[in-house]
């Protein structure tokens, strides 16, 4: 441990001398000295001959000749000479030897005519392939034409079809409001023959004397039969143009406390049967299902002539008066 203990003192020491050594010689030692010129002195003279050790007070030079130069020779006025301009060579352009006419051989001749015919035959197929485009092009526009046309004519087909749709409508729009008025008209006089109120100015109507209006309050106020239940004599009708009925119509059943006038449209075919029966609003004043029910069961068995040079099937109407006794 001790051993330990003296290196590292040592290691110290040594380090902090050498660090003093370095700053020292940093401070002290290392800075510049200035230099002299360098080179031998020589002695002061002005000739390289001489003797003696002392140098003399002063130093004469030996003298020195002057030479006389003598005058420049005398020169007479000499015209000055003219300078000629050496006149410029003609440049003679020469040749070595003579420009031979260039002789094609076969071979080249034979490719420029290929490289013709290859140019003439490009530009032939340009100008089909031109040719052919053009002629695409008016069948596109023939086409286009065409399609223009049939568009047209649907767009008229569909504006005369609109307006057939309309004028079928507006005929439709004008019967259905005939029909309204002529249902009016007969509501009101079912509403006066119910009043009591008739379509004249007189208080009494009738064939039988005495006062008051001779008919029956469901009837038809312009009808001249005053007698029976208001259709007909046994209060019931039929309508079939061109065809008779066989027998009589057959009475619907009624056994409720029920009354009401109940119009059926009928279907006969040639040999007078009626095939299908179907409640009718018009001239109904009671869409009672019992009685509706009773009426068409009741309609489906009448038999009415046979007629072969008839139509397939006739339609006509059978109308039931329900009353209770």
């Known amino acids: 441990m001790k051993e330990d203990k003296d290196k590292k003192y040592g290691v110290i020491g040594t380090t ?64 000055e000479p003219k300078v000629t301009e050496p006149e410029p060579e003609e440049k003679v352009e020469t040749q070595d030897f003579d420009e031979a006419p260039v002789v094609k051989t076969a071979e080249q001749k034979k490719k420029e005519q290929e490289e013709k015919d290859r ?13 052919i485009e053009r002629e695409k092009e008016i069948e596109r526009q023939k086409e286009l034409d065409r399609q223009r046309q049939i568009e047209a004519e649907k767009e008229a087909q569909r504006q005369k079809e609109l307006a057939e749709q309309r004028a079928r409508e507006e005929a439709e729009r004008k019967k259905k409001e005939e029909q309204d008025r002529q249902a009016a008209e007969a509501r009101k006089r079912v509403t006066g023959a119910f009043s009591g109120k008739g379509t004249g100015e007189s208080s009494s109507e009738g064939d039988t ?72 609003m018009k001239g109904s004043n009671t869409q009672d299902r019992e009685l509706v029910s009773n009426a068409k069961a009741a309609a489906k068995r009448a038999k009415f002539n046979a007629d072969k040079a008839a139509n397939a099937y006739a339609q006509g109407t059978i109308t039931y008066h329900f009353q209770l006794d």
Do not use: M
Request: net charge negative; hydrophobic share 30%; glycine share 12%.
């Open 119 to 131: 140019l003439e035959k490009e530009r032939q197929q340009r100008e089909e392939e031109e040719r």
């Open 16 to 79: 902090i001398f050498h660090v003093a050594v370095l700053l020292l010689l940093i401070f002290f030692g290392l800075s510049s000295i200035p230099q002299e010129e360098e080179g031998i002195l020589v002695n002061f003279g002005d000739t390289v001959l001489g003797q003696g050790e002392v140098e003399p007070k002063e130093s004469q030079a030996p003298p020195v000749e002057q030479v006389k130069t003598p005058p420049p020779p005398k020169v007479e006025n000499v015209p």
């Open 209 to 280: 004397g005495g006062s008051g209006n001779q008919g029956y309050v469901t009837g038809d106020p312009n009808s001249k039969n005053r007698s029976g239940n208001g259709q007909g004599n046994s209060g019931s009708g039929f309508d079939l143009k061109g065809r008779s009925l066989v027998g009589s119509l057959p009475k619907p059943q009624h056994t409720s406390n029920k009354e009401g006038i109940v119009v059926i449209k009928i279907i006969v075919d040639r040999n007078g049967n009626v095939s299908s029966t179907e409640f009718q």
